[in-house]
């Protein structure tokens, strides 16, 4: 029996870990990118990434009000996901 990759509690081949891993629940972004990080990231290394995410923010200070942030944390987030940074939106 196959189970659908897009059924809660199905597996993926995790393109960070490389372990056959549970996938996300639900997509963290919206559109192209949601889709890419729910099928190809597992829920622990997208878990990873949630407590990483915040060390980034501070680091490099990054101010939401400018718009450039959120594409800084989206190739840091591809950078540590080990996610092509050239397909980022």
Known sequence: MTTNAN???ATIQCARCGRQAPRQATAA???KLGEELISRI???CWA????MEVIVINELQLNFMDPRAQDVLVQQ???FLGLDPAAAE
């Open 48 to 51: 990873e990434w949630q407590q």
């Open 42 to 44: 597992c829920a622990d």
């Open 7 to 9: 059924e809660p509690g």
């Open 29 to 31: 972004y919206p559109g």
């Open 77 to 79: 987030m591809r950078e």
